[in-house]
């Protein structure tokens, strides 16, 4: 008799796992068709890494542990190229391409931000390791992006750092939109801009 108890168990125990696993999967299915890419690049477009950025600043408050953003921005080679947009648009999805290759998969956070212009984050980075980074990319932007003359794609870079006891992101209160303005602010004036 005990063991008609055992099985009975055994098999709730089963059905529960099954539940559970079918569970998750929805969950997976619901948010991969909630998240909002960019169709040009299939990057996250500005309001999910606007989103994202805000989860990065709650999580780097919590662990205090830094996280970067490279800001990397095409608007002046556009204008001194003066190229048409479908030139601009085969650029823009190879300057998408060299981001996939260069950041860690899974933990960095690629985004096409305005029509030009494209933030990454890269959580547990320093200021630093961001701006070797960077440099890198820069550097295989240069080297491996072409425009239809086969001239080589110049982009601007800049660099900012969130630490939770940095002056002016010292806040007890929930993340605010102004702080996330704040670090892209920081970005754009960053030496290289």
């Known amino acids: 008799m005990w063991y008609f108890s ?24 619901w948010a991969r068709e909630h998240i909002t890419l960019d169709p040009l690049t299939q990057l996250f477009d500005r309001k999910e890494m606007t989103g994202r950025l805000r989860e990065k600043i709650e999580n780097s408050k919590r ?17 001194k190229n003066k190229l048409v947009y479908n030139e601009m648009d085969t650029i823009l999805r190879s300057v998408a391409d060299t981001f ?33 980074l960077a440099q890198q990319i820069k550097r295989n932007i240069a080297d491996n992006v072409k425009t239809p003359e086969n001239q080589p ?3 601007e870079v800049g660099v900012a750092e969130y630490r939770v006891h940095q002056g002016e992101f ?21 030496p290289d801009r």
């Open 100 to 132: 996939r290759r260069e950041i860690r998969t899974g933990l960095d956070i690629a985004s096409r931000f305005d029509e030009e212009e494209f933030l990454i984050a890269l959580p547990g980075t320093d200021f630093y390791g961001a701006e070797d």
């Open 153 to 155: 794609v110049q982009v």
């Open 170 to 190: 010292e806040h007890e209160n929930d993340t605010t939109m102004s702080e996330v303005d704040e670090l892209i602010r920081l970005c754009r004036k960053t």
């Open 63 to 79: 662990n205090e542990s830094p996280f970067a953003l490279i800001l990397i921005s095409l608007c002046a080679f556009r204008r």
């Open 6 to 29: 055992w099985i009975l168990g055994l098999l709730l125990a089963c059905a529960l796992g099954v539940i559970s696993l079918l569970w998750l999967e929805a969950q997976e299915a």
